[in-house]
């Protein structure tokens, strides 16, 4: 019952929100400027099939942070950017993780964290899948295998990453 | 989900984790000089949008077509329309209905929608490749993304 009274109330929190965000819009539009500053670190490196996500190895820590970069793709019609994310993190080792964030059960995207009653775990918010810090699935949830891996390399400090494998076959 | 082939596969064998349907409102027309490039300019982030809610939210929730309207047509004959697209959602069953638009007119007949209004103000022009449309995009979409969860 609580929850529900919590929900109304978060609803409406959103909803005005949602409409004061025509300020921000105007703003957004006034500074094009930036984008000369902030696009070498996201241009693309000529490294194979990996990509320089614009991510510094040394700002990699334990607690995963989600990575979005952009990448070509064609395919028989048009030639287009399209995105990628990946959650990012050192394990235990000391190696570098990179983990699709798209669940596999029917393909949203999780979040590190995503519901506080699920510290330490990869939380699925469209039917409460859930995943270990490594990527395996829990049990009991929709999901059935582990969330899969992105081939990943690192050159002069800076992440590369490239396609994502199911566990397994990395 | 998309209403793709690809996707309406997997759609048909996961029906019942699919609840939600959202329908991007966009009004079309050639006749007003003055309001034609921004009308398409907000045409185009608003696909945008949708699609990238889409990604973030595929396993639970279907994006229709566009609906395409003519901006000086009658808002009553198009609120039956798109009441009539909700109507065959909601008969299968969809259980939530959302409709995400850049037109104002619609937060006046917001009532007379079988849905969930969600309308977005203000963008009047930019560039779509640059960052800060990204990024602002981005944004917009989390923010979007936490609204329709608190449906679910
Ligand atoms: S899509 Fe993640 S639990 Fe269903």
Redesign the pocket.
């Known amino acids: 019952m609580s929850e529900k009274k919590q929900q109304v109330s978060r609803r409406q929190f959103l909803n005005y929100t949602l409409t004061g965000v025509g300020g921000f819009m105007a703003a957004g539009m006034l500074v094009p400027m930036l984008r000369m500053a902030v696009d070498p670190v996201l241009q693309e490196s000529s490294a194979g099939d990996l990509v320089n996500v614009g991510l510094a190895v040394e700002d990699i820590t334990t607690e995963p942070q989600r990575v979005d970069w952009k990448i070509d793709q064609v395919d028989a019609w048009y030639e287009s950017k399209v995105g990628k994310s990946a959650w990012v993190y050192k394990n235990d080792n000391d190696e570098v993780v990179a983990l699709s964030p798209i669940?596999k059960?029917?393909?949203?995207v999780?979040s590190w964290e995503g519901s506080e009653d699920y510290p330490d775990q990869f939380y699925?918010p469209?039917?409460?899948?859930r995943y270990h810090k490594d990527g395996q699935n829990i049990p009991g949830?929709?999901?059935t295998a582990a969330l899969d891996v992105y081939e990943s390399k690192v050159e002069n400090g800076m992440l590369y990453l490239g396609r994502a494998h199911p566990r397994g076959e990395a | 989900m998309q209403w793709i082939k690809e996707d309406l596969q997997q759609y048909i064998q996961a029906k019942e984790?699919v609840d939600t349907i959202i329908v991007p409102l966009i009004p079309y027309h050639l006749s007003q000089d003055s309001e034609l490039e921004k009308n398409a300019f907000q045409s185009e982030v608003l696909s945008i949008f949708a699609k990238e809610i889409e990604k973030e939210l595929s396993?639970?929730v279907m994006l229709t077509p566009n609906y395409h309207y003519l901006k000086s047509g009658s808002k009553e004959e198009e609120l039956k329309r798109i009441n009539s697209w909700a109507g065959d959602a909601l008969s299968q069953p969809f259980k939530n209905v959302f409709f995400v638009t850049f037109d104002s007119t619609w937060k006046k007949n917001e009532q007379a929608l079988d849905g969930t209004l969600i309308w977005l103000p203000g963008i009047q022009s930019g560039d779509l490749k640059s960052n800060e449309m990204r990024s602002f995009i981005h944004d917009q979409v989390e923010q979007i993304g936490e609204f329709i969860k608190s449906y679910w």
């Open positions: 669940c059960h029917l393909g949203c999780v699925c469209c039917h409460g899948g949830t929709p999901p | 984790y396993g639970r």
